[in-house]
């Protein structure tokens, strides 16, 4: 038996050749197929230069387990998961690896209706029986044919929107020479044809494999100044960049100016409330003031939640929330069945700025002055929980309110801290926000402070 070092909590990971190739891919694709037994799903694959490779392996695989599959082409996951919602189809499979160095490539599995497949939900069964390679011989083997899903899935991203309000913009789109710019092109051509006066202005626009601008993943600081450039020269209104796999995008002002996570968060669940108060928004809890604050506001109820979008994607079920955000820039969606989307954030964005009429960065500008934040900071420490237990006993005796959700949330009134153990590496990932209006100290005194005693 050999043992599968590419299968991940969430997701199969791994490096090319040795962790992934179309040996693995196709034991995926067959266990896949012999533990769920659909009849149909959906499979596309990212611009990478091994994944068009991996995939045609995993739908063998899939194929030789009695299961019929159509072949989307090159998609981003959220193409995937929308396949796998819509189409009379049991599951889907997308080859990517996001924003993963060049010699990687990874699988994101689901389910009928999107539903995740991750470690605790079939991930470990399918690792077992692909090591095993043990695999049952079926009488009829299954078939493949190519889909266009692009068409209906850009009228189902329409649907978020009311074209008659847009007002006219002007927006830099930033593909990372990924896979987001032939949904831009679609989209570009259905705003023509309804008269949805925005101008698009396209940078890295055309896929390519090779990524010649850098591997896209616009949360690296150095990533972000080809955007931002853009913004600034043609005066445009917003800037939007994505990953490869376009499941997460990343907004930029007017002024060409990075917005965090967080704040988008607040924008989204206030997009939702405009159109239906009343709604259940859900949130990470790492940074929760102004997501609370927008929520109140606009007649909302906040819903908090684990990170991780498996923990995310329950809890939203559980409670019917039309809405689900993470600082990270995973955006999920009741009706996108839950999933996240790469592509509606920004639509309800530019929603948002036509109905309120004001500029991105006075909408952002006003939550940032009532809740700065420090950002996720990341510390490699020998020991997490022994660290997290220090930290603890450092602000016991000043009785903060205390919050386990997701590691320890600890809330003094003026300001608060979440600071938590990485799932994936040795790290302390911490959080700071403060309330203005509390006559909380300048956020850099709290990121000196917990410094010191973290490193200390």
């Known amino acids: 038996m050999t043992k599968l070092t590419c299968f991940k909590a969430y997701d199969i ?41 991996l995939k045609q392996a995993t739908i063998r695989g899939l194929n030789d387990a009695g299961v019929d599959v159509l072949d989307l082409g090159m998609t981003g996951t959220e193409e995937v998961y929308f396949g796998a919602f819509h189409l009379d189809v049991q599951g889907g499979i997308e080859i990517t690896a996001s924003h993963n160095p060049m010699d990687y490539n ?33 009488t009829s083997k299954g078939t493949t044919k190519k889909y266009n899903i692009l068409p209906e899935f850009v009228d189902h991203l329409m649907s978020y929107i009311d074209p008659a309000k847009i007002r006219p913009m002007k927006l830099v789109v930033n593909s990372g020479n990924g896979a987001a710019g032939h949904v831009i092109d679609a989209i ?42 853009a913004v600034i020269k043609h005066s445009a209104d917003m800037g939007v960049a994505w990953d490869g796999d376009f499941d997460r995008c990343f907004l930029f002002d007017e002024k060409g100016q990075f917005i965090e996570g967080y704040y988008i968060v607040g924008l989204l669940a206030q997009a939702f409330l405009l159109k239906q108060a009343g709604e259940k928004i859900v949130h990470d809890p790492r940074l929760v003031w102004n997501t609370f604050d927008v929520v109140e506001q606009y007649q909302g109820t906040a ?39 790469g592509m509606i954030p920004w639509l309800l964005t530019i929603a948002v700025l036509s109905e309120t009429g004001k500029s991105l960065s006075s909408l952002v500008e006003e939550m940032i002055a009532k809740f700065p934040c420090s950002g996720e900071i990341n510390f490699k420490v020998a020991d997490t929980q022994a660290t997290i237990q220090k930290i603890f006993d450092h602000y016991a005796n000043q009785n903060p309110v205390i919050d386990y959700t997701d590691g320890v949330s600890l809330d003094f009134g003026a300001w608060r801290f979440n600071v938590r153990a990485s799932n994936t590496e040795p790290l302390l990932r911490l959080n700071i926000e403060s309330r203005a209006d509390q006559n909380a100290m300048p956020m850099q005194n709290y990121v000196d402070e917990l410094s010191r005693i973290i490193l200390g």
């Open 303 to 341: 819903i908090q939640s684990k990170s991780g979008h498996a923990f995310i994607k329950d809890v939203m079920r559980e409670h019917n929330a039309a809405y689900g955000g993470e600082m990270s820039a995973h955006h999920y969606f009741r009706d996108f069945a839950y999933c996240d989307s």
């Open 13 to 53: 990971r791994g490096k090319l050749g040795t962790e992934l190739n179309e040996d693995i891919a196709y034991k995926v694709g067959r266990a896949y197929g012999q533990i769920y037994q659909p009849k149909t799903i959906v499979v596309g694959c990212d611009i990478r230069l091994s994944s068009e490779d």
């Open 188 to 229: 570009e051509i259905k705003f023509k044809e309804l008269n949805i006066p925005v101008e698009f202005i396209k940078i890295h626009h055309e896929a390519d494999g090779n990524f010649p601008n850098g591997i896209p993943n616009p949360i690296l600081i150095e990533n972000r100044a080809s955007t931002r450039d």
């Open 106 to 138: 990874g699988m994101k599995l689901v389910r009928e209706n999107a539903r995740p497949i991750s470690a605790d939900t079939g991930l470990k069964d399918i690792q077992a029986l692909a090591e095993n390679n043990e695999f049952a011989e079926v």
